[in-house]
């Protein structure tokens, strides 16, 4: 089985910095695309950034400038630091990635969300 935990929402005040982290567990083979994806009240979820296993990044144009993700391979965890905070940032977070369970399985896995709350 696999797992995706995140960690790191919480309130923020508008222009503020959250970092969040999502760690995979379980049984891994490798872990392809990784990626940040937001789902506000009254929303369609949307993607917020992406790297691949190569580390190419790219982002939705909202956050653009003001948010990086990046990933450490060997603890098998993406993150997603926000800088800049705006309130319309307020959104359930989730994590997701792309992760092989042997050579020639291959799921697309999704972790629990965490709340983000931009507000003053």
């Known amino acids: 089985q696999v797992q995706l935990v995140e960690s790191g929402g919480g309130l923020v005040q508008p222009g503020g910095s959250l970092r969040l982290s999502c760690a995979v567990s379980?049984?891994?083979?490798?872990?392809?695309?990784m990626g940040w994806y937001r789902q506000a009240p009254g929303k369609q979820r949307e993607l917020v950034a992406g790297?691949?296993?190569?580390?190419?990044?790219n982002y939705a144009d909202s956050v653009k400038g003001r948010f990086t993700i990046s990933r450490d391979n060997a603890k098998n965890t993406v993150y997603l630091l926000m800088n800049s905070l705006k309130p319309e940032d307020t959104a359930e977070y989730y994590c997701?990635?792309?992760?092989?369970?042997?050579?020639?399985?291959?799921?697309?896995?999704w972790g629990q969300g965490t709340q983000v709350t931009v507000s003053s």
């Open positions: 379980g049984s891994i083979f490798s872990i392809g695309a």
């Open positions: 997701n990635a792309d992760v092989w369970v042997s050579k020639w399985s291959e799921g697309d896995y």
């Open positions: 790297i691949t296993s190569g580390g190419v990044t």
